[in-house]
């Protein structure tokens, strides 16, 4: 596996790992960030886009377009589904349950007829002890901590889907062509969600608007943008299980700018993902 998309995905988790922090600390509605983010993300890859790949994006074929833009429908999901589990169940089941994005990734893979080897199982299922570590996984028994372990649960099958057709589309389209249908699929589903369920949209401080603005470059220019970029050559089960380090890199960020401190449980989780993202990796390579 090349070596500088190994350094490009490092880069993406930790600007991913910024989304949590970030999202804790803006004074917004979840679904309002959600949206901007994605907005800002269209505003400033579109002037781009337009002026360099202006041949290839009238070139795409329907079915990449199909993909990207159902690529795009997905990502809205998995926003829509993850902001507000955070606000019906614990932040330890939502996250641990958000983030069975590989397993859900390498499930419709083998549904699809991609046999992964038995080291990528492993892997996987090793990473994901090492978040279960961290988080202290405590499933609810009330019907509304359930309903939203269910959303968080679903917002990690739409991350896999979302994944895994970002993956097919970019065989053949690139990058910037692609996260433009993608984040602007994604930015007209999520303000028509935000207008169908009264989120408000302004009104908030100048400091908000920094917050979203750094969120837009750090998760979704640097974070989202990076993984379409590498998942080409590093595969979709890669990409996906190196996520779950988004877990321990949040945790980090909220103990140094929030004063969050990590629990003990935080260097053998770690340890126990980068073991897991270590066998998937040699899994892929044979």
Excluded: K
């Excluded at 995905?9 to 679904?31: K, R």
């Excluded at 949206?35 to 360099?52: D, I, K, Q």
């Excluded at 983030?99 to 046999?115: C, D």
């Excluded at 699929?185 to 302004?202: E, F, N, P």
């Amino acid at each position: 596996m090349p070596a500088a998309d190994l350094l490009l995905l490092a880069v993406s988790i930790a600007g991913i790992s910024f989304s949590a922090p970030l999202i804790s600390a803006t004074a917004a509605p979840a679904l309002a960030i959600a949206c901007w983010r994605n907005v800002m993300s269209v505003g400033v890859l579109g002037p781009y886009a337009l002026l360099r790949h202006r041949s290839e994006l009238r070139g795409i074929g329907r079915r990449e377009l199909l993909l990207a833009v159902a690529a795009g429908v997905l990502l809205a999901a998995h926003f829509a589904l993850w902001m507000p589990s955070l606000r019906m169940t614990s932040v330890a089941s939502a996250t641990a349950l958000v983030t069975t994005t590989p397993l859900w990734a390498i499930l419709i893979m083998r549904l699809t007829g991609h046999r992964a080897p038995r080291l990528v199982w492993l892997g996987t299922a090793t990473a994901f002890a090492g978040v279960l570590v961290l988080t202290g996984v405590d499933l609810g028994l009330s019907t509304r901590a359930l309903l939203g372990d269910g959303l968080a649960l679903a917002a990690g099958l739409a991350a896999a889907g979302y994944m895994l057709l970002g993956a097919e589309v970019r065989r053949t389209v690139s990058t910037t062509a692609y996260t433009l249908v993608c984040y602007t699929t994604t930015a007209l589903v999520l303000l028509a969600l935000c207008l169908a369920t009264g989120t408000r949209l302004s009104g908030w401080s100048a400091t908000a608007w920094w917050q979203i603005g750094l969120l837009m470059v750090v998760a979704q220019l640097l974070g989202h943008s990076l993984s379409n970029r590498v998942v080409r050559t590093l595969g979709a089960s890669v990409t996906s299980t190196a996520i779950l380090l988004e877990t321990p890199g949040a945790t980090l960020i909220a103990a140094l700018w929030l004063r969050q401190l990590p629990p003990a449980a935080s260097w053998p989780a770690l340890l126990l993902i980068l073991a897991g993202l270590g066998l998937v990796i040699r899994g892929e390579r044979r």
